[in-house]
């Protein structure tokens, strides 16, 4: 069952689809982590095919503007009230409102269980790479962490990541129509050491291509290299914008998505 969290902060719900062979986090969040699903294998049959090639064509040729996006998993407290939560949250989501740099945001309670217990999930991006090194050192948020989220907390993970975007102002911001609704899915990997080069090049392009061919289903899509150097767990991380929780359920019970991740195709880890 899907839970969003109290009003008035605008929340997301944040899921977490968990494939069945390597070990990684995920945001609806999953882990290949995908941050937040079961193991459960999804029945539904695909309705919806593929954009043809030359609508893929077409989207692969519009500039590019480089974001950094920022993922953090936190671990509440069982006996966690709605008014605690609330206040965690509020706090988190003014955070946009008192440090420049963070162009979108998005949080919320992790729609299922998951193996690693996580329960709720903050998403930001910002500008540049400096943008993100000040936020963490700000002492508003600082005083966020401490005051109104560490008392709630036993835990919290971070992966930040460089990505590309469409060179607009409403993908740059995730703002209009498209983001008003939806669901936020969150893939973190992670890759044995061996593989890095051509095997990773291949998976994460194999994805990218993936995504970009159900825009029927997905509202915008991220991947990249995880940057935290406090997180040596996870080695990419994978923001997607679905434009429902049956797009979601569509697309991970694809066959395309399944075969893409088969432990004989992909070097992630186990």
């Not at 899921?15 to 062979?21: A, D, E, G, S, V």
């Not at 409403?170 to 899915?185: D, H």
């Not at 825009?215 to 935290?228: A, H, R």
């Amino acid at each position: 069952m899907l839970i969003q969290a109290p009003t008035p902060s605008p929340t997301s719900t944040f899921l977490i689809h968990q494939p069945l062979f390597p070990r990684s986090a995920s945001l609806n969040v999953s882990r290949v982590m995908n941050t937040w699903s079961s193991r459960r294998e999804l029945s539904r049959r695909m309705v919806v095919s593929a954009a043809d090639d030359q609508s893929n064509s077409t989207a692969n040729s519009q500039r590019k503007r480089k974001v950094v996006e920022h993922i953090c998993l936190l671990k509440t407290k069982e006996n966690l009230t709605d008014e605690e939560e609330k206040d965690m949250l509020d706090y988190l989501y003014t955070t946009q409102y008192q440090m420049r740099g963070i162009v979108a945001i998005s949080l919320g309670r992790i729609s299922e269980e998951n193996l690693e217990n996580y329960t709720h999930a903050v998403y930001m991006r910002f500008q540049i790479k400096e943008d993100l090194a000040k936020f963490y050192e700000n002492p508003f948020y600082l005083g966020v962490l401490k005051k109104h989220v560490l008392p709630y907390c036993h835990g919290l993970i971070n992966v930040d990541y460089e990505a590309e975007v469409e060179d607009d102002i409403l993908p740059i911001f995730r703002k209009g129509e498209e983001f008003n609704y939806g669901v936020e899915f969150v893939l973190l990997i992670s890759f044995v050491d061996n593989a890095f080069g051509a095997p990773v090049q291949h998976a994460l392009a194999s994805l990218a291509r993936l995504t970009h061919g159900f825009p029927s289903l997905i509202v915008q899509s991220t991947q990249g290299l995880n940057c935290n150097p406090g997180n040596k767990e996870f080695t990419h991380g994978v923001v997607i914008r679905f434009r429902s929780l049956e797009a979601f359920e569509i697309f991970v019970g694809s066959s395309e998505y399944k075969e893409m991740w088969s432990s004989d195709k992909h070097p992630s880890r186990y």
